[in-house]
Each structure stands twice: as C-alpha cells, then as structure tokens.
C-alpha cells in the first residue's frame, strides 16, 4: 500500500505539472510548492516558537480559523506558519494577518516532510478537518510534537472503515488528539480503537458568530430593500437561479430579492441577470433611483456574510452540485434557510432541517411550496427562524475545548 501511496503523490504532482500551461489552478498550485520553502526560509525567524496549522482549501481555514486567532490572542510568544493544499485557500488568504508565514504544503514525501520540520521546529502542529498526509503525520508524531486533528467528521463510507483501510487507519493513530464534531465520529473511532478523540463540536460555529458579530452594515441592501421584505439566494449556481428565478418572474411583487452569485466574473452576471424578467440592478451600479428594481446582483466577494443581516429568507446554493455552502452564515442571523437537494453528507443541513430551521427544495414546485409556508404562515416562520438561531447558539464553544486541551497538554508542558 505504501507504494501505491507513494505512486499517487507522485502521479498527482505530474500530472499537475504536465496541465498546469492548460489549467490556472494547476499552474497556482505547481508556482506554489516550488516557492513554499523559499517563503519559509525568508520568514523564518530562527530562535522563535512556532505553531504549525495546515488547512486543505479556505473551508477549513474558515473552520480552522477561532483556533489560530485563539492561539494568536492567548499565546502571543508563538509564531504561526499557516499552509494550504489547494490554490482556492492559498490565493485568497496569503496575506492573511492572523499568520506569520503562509505557503502552499509541499507534496507529501519523507525529505519534504523532515525539511519542513527541520527548519520550523514546531511545538505543535495542527491539521483541520480532512487531511491524511502520511509522511508529514509521522514525521511529526515521530518526532513527538504534539498533533491535534480539529473539527473532524467520520462516516461509515471513508476508506478507514473499509476492509483494505489499515494502511489509513494506521495514519490516524499518528494523531496526538482528534477533536469530531459529534459522537457518531466518536463511535467509528472507537471501533477502530482509536479512543484519544474529544467530541467537541464544529469550529464553524464559533466563526460565523464572530463574523456576525463583526458585520457591517451595508447601505445599498438596506436603500434597495426598503419597507419590504427580502429574499437572499447566497452563493448561488444556475440551478439555484433558475428556478428561484422562474418564481421571481411569476411573482414578482412578492418581496424584494437579492443574488449573491458563487462566480462573480461578468459572464457569469450577465447570464444571471438575463433570467429575470423585472426590473434588475447590480450592486456596483445601485443608487437611490434604482429603488424601485425587484431584483439586485452583488457583483463582488467578501459581502455575503453581512448582507444575511438584511435577509427574511435565505436560499444557500451548491445543493444542486457538489454540495451545499455555508449554511451556518445564514442561520446564524435567526432567518429560516432554503438548499438544493444534495445535503445528506451535511450534518448542520440534515440538523437545522429535522429542527425546522431549514428546508430544502428540489425544483420549482418545492420551491414555491417551502418558500409560501414560511412567508405566509407568521407562527411557522419565526419556529423556523428561532431554530435557525438557537442551532447556532447551543453549538458553539468547540474552540474554548480545543484551546482548554491545548493549554494543559501542550502549553503547561513546555
């Protein structure tokens, strides 16, 4: 097994280099790990004490994110060296201020792993939620650093619980602790007999309450939606669109309605605002004299999360595709939420719905029924909106537990 491990990090890097003229991701990502030990060596501060996070992609830098600015606030004599996998996380937080060295992971092999190791000595080192490297993991348990696993989930499809797993299973006994979000992961670990786990909850949570805490206001969305009330379909897709839309067009004096699309480039607007037949602004071109359009389009990145504030319902796209965004953004405002049908491996999806903070719809029918019962049924929407709300509330906390087995483990041991 370790060969074809060995084979798969190998073929994975060529076959990225060999795309890279054709593809911009691959060629982020080849760019990148070429550079990761020259930005090391020119950050590096030798002498100082180093916390070493890793994140796949900027999902779980979100999620990983109360705990590296816990670390930073609670233990500032640590410096923090935060890497990305993939160029989606890289490209969007390299400048990121909460770290002090950031850099693509180098691909997975032994002399990568101790040369990375070797020139950051890190006394702790974190991964957040889906990362399995086999050569960085034993090289830091061999070298026993402290190794926490954050925010994990199991389920009973991953290749630990298959027949043919010891090879990964033997990868996660490499784990210091391993904090889950809920006890289901608990158990599948502890029928591995992995038994150093913290049920702990999701970091996720903690994050979108110090987002909301710190939103902004936004005096466009509150112009543009008046006295009425306002719809938000936030990262959306064309599927979501589509049939959001169609009911737009049927309906449209029902409330205003704003589209805070996934992709932002200018085709991808045109062929949303094509869809409406109203009266539709973009949000770069909004003034008070187009108050009377039914539909705006943010046409930037970075404003959803605040713009939720201004919601009555929200629709959160991807449960057509891959899989549903942040939900959490959303609830965490006390608003009911809509999503596509493709949800089940969501567990704060499958959670807000069995308590009535969510729906979900998956054609125009649905839509219309979901959206009619919140909005024209008072008693309904604010259950559903109380949910939402209470969810969010009564899940967080996971990073105070992480930071608590930090500080007695980690920090009061040194």
């Not at 054709?22 to 501060?45: C, M």
């Amino acid at each position: 097994m370790i060969l074809l491990y060995r084979l798969g990090i190998l073929f994975y890097s060529v076959i990225a280099m060999l795309i890279s003229p054709f593809s911009s991701k691959a060629k982020l990502l080849v760019r990148g790990r070429r550079n990761s030990f020259r930005i090391i060596r020119n950050k590096l501060r030798p002498g100082d004490r180093y916390v070493w996070i890793h994140c796949a992609s900027l999902g779980e830098f979100e999620q990983g994110r109360p705990v590296i600015e816990a670390i930073r606030k609670e233990y500032p004599e640590f410096r923090i060296l935060l890497t990305f996998f993939s160029p989606s996380g890289y490209e969007i937080r390299k400048n990121y201020p909460g770290a002090d060295i950031v850099c693509y992971l180098p691909s997975d092999t032994e002399r990568n792993a101790a040369r990375l190791l070797d020139a950051v000595q890190p006394e702790l080192v974190l991964f957040v939620k889906y990362e399995y490297w086999n050569y960085y993991l034993k090289a830091v348990a061999g070298r026993g650093i402290p190794l926490l696993l954050v925010s994990a989930l199991f389920r009973r499809d991953q290749v630990f619980f298959r027949w043919y797993g010891g090879f990964f299973r033997k990868i996660l006994e490499q784990y210091s602790h391993i904090f889950v979000q809920d006890e289901g992961s608990a158990e599948r670990l502890e029928s591995l007999g992995i038994t150093n786990v913290t049920v702990s909850g999701d970091t996720r949570f903690d994050r979108v309450l110090e987002i909301a805490a710190a939103a902004k206001s936004i005096p466009q969305i509150e112009s543009f939606r008046g006295d009425e009330k306002l719809f938000l379909a936030g990262s959306s897709w064309k599927p979501d669109e589509e049939i959001i839309a169609g009911y737009i067009n049927d309906n449209p004096g029902r409330m205003k309605w704003i589209f805070a699309p996934h992709e932002t480039d200018d085709s991808n607007i045109e062929r949303l605002i094509k869809l409406f037949r109203v009266k539709c602004v973009k949000f770069s071109e909004y003034s008070d004299r187009e108050k009377d359009a039914r539909v705006m389009v943010i046409d930037n990145v970075g404003m959803l999360s605040s713009a939720y504030r201004y919601a009555f319902i929200a629709a959160v796209g991807g449960g057509f595709g891959r899989g549903i965004h942040n939900i959490l953004e959303a609830a965490t405002w006390g608003i009911p939420v809509l999503f596509g049908p493709r949800h089940e491996k969501f567990r704060e999806a499958l959670s807000l719905i069995y308590l009535g903070g969510a729906r979900s719809f998956k054609n125009y029918d649905e839509f219309k029924s979901v959206f009619e019962d919140l909005s024209d049924n008072p008693v309904l929407y604010e259950r559903s909106a109380l949910a939402a709300s209470e969810y969010v509330r009564e899940n967080a906390g996971a990073t105070k537990k992480i930071m608590k087995w930090i500080s007695r483990e980690v920090i009061n041991n040194t």
